[in-house]
Antibody, heavy 122, light 111 residues
Framework: QITLKESGPTLVKPTETLTLTCSFSGFSLNTGGEGVGWIRQPPGKALEWLAL???????RYSPSLKSRLTITKDTSKNQVVLTMTNMAPVDTATYFCAHRRVAPGTRDFDYWGQGTLVTVSS | QSALTQPASVSGSPGQSITISCTGTSSDVGGYNFVSWYQQHPDKAPKLIIYEVSSRPSGISDRFSGSKSGDTASLSISGLQAEDEADYYC???????????FGGGTKLTVL
């Protein structure tokens, strides 16, 4: 059974760097085909894909946020970490991590964490 | 990149059928069969209900179906039930980022 859970600060100040951790179980990022992504959702708004990392360390980023994002993995801890620099109030959102469904060419997510709300305010 | 275009809202009565559209371009929806649909209830995580245009994950009711024509994908829900009231998001592979893009979401109201 695959599970994921996000953790990190609930409140950050403008210009600070956000660090979120996704802890997962039921699969390994040492296994071919596996990937974990981050998606966010501002209150009352749509989903926005942020970043993704694959088992072989291939990393993908949203073009609009690429300069501010870094995604890394720690396979020994079964964790994926997302950092976002220079946070602003518009970055207030629920941040989800999710498991990429394993299949050739697929881009969807079949398991999601519960999400963590991050508020950016001074 | 721009989000895929979905209607902001749709509605239907119990037992009826509805369709939600998702319009993109040849760089995403029209060019690839990697369209997915997610259902999201309030304050819950999204749930994958359709992948690769028309396939359903295990456990998803066959009342949900997906299709695609040109640059527009569609999600159909038959026999509407009160529990279907939720937000629905499409997503697609895009060759602009070689990953994915989401639609703006559609709120389904069951009257």
């Amino acid at each position: 059974q695959i599970t994921l859970k996000e953790s990190g600060p609930t409140l950050v100040k403008p210009t600070e760097t956000l660090t979120l951790t996704c802890s997962f179980s039921g699969f390994s990022l040492n296994t071919g085909g596996e990937g974990v992504g981050w998606i966010r959702q501002p209150p009352g708004k749509a989903l926005e894909w942020l970043a993704l990392i694959y088992w072989h360390d291939d990393r993908r980023y949203s073009p609009s946020l690429k300069s501010r994002l870094t995604i890394t993995k720690d396979t020994s801890k079964n964790q994926v970490v997302l950092t976002m620099t220079n946070m602003a109030p518009v970055d207030t959102a629920t941040y989800f991590c999710a498991h990429r469904r394993v299949a050739p060419g697929t881009r969807d997510f079949d398991y999601w964490g519960q999400g963590t709300l991050v508020t950016v305010s001074s | 990149q721009s989000a895929l275009t979905q209607p902001a809202s749709v509605s239907g009565s119990p037992g009826q059928s509805i369709t939600i559209s998702c319009t993109g371009t040849s760089s995403d929806v029209g060019g690839y069969n990697f369209v997915s649909w997610y259902q999201q209830h309030p304050d819950k995580a999204p749930k994958l209900i359709i992948y690769e245009v028309s396939s359903r994950p295990s456990g998803i009711s066959d009342r949900f179906s997906g299709s695609k024509s040109g640059d527009t994908a569609s999600l159909s829900i038959s026999g509407l039930q009160a529990e279907d009231e939720a937000d629905y998001y499409c997503s697609s592979y895009t060759d602009i980022t070689t990953d994915l893009v989401f639609g703006g979401g559609t709120k389904l109201t069951v009257l």
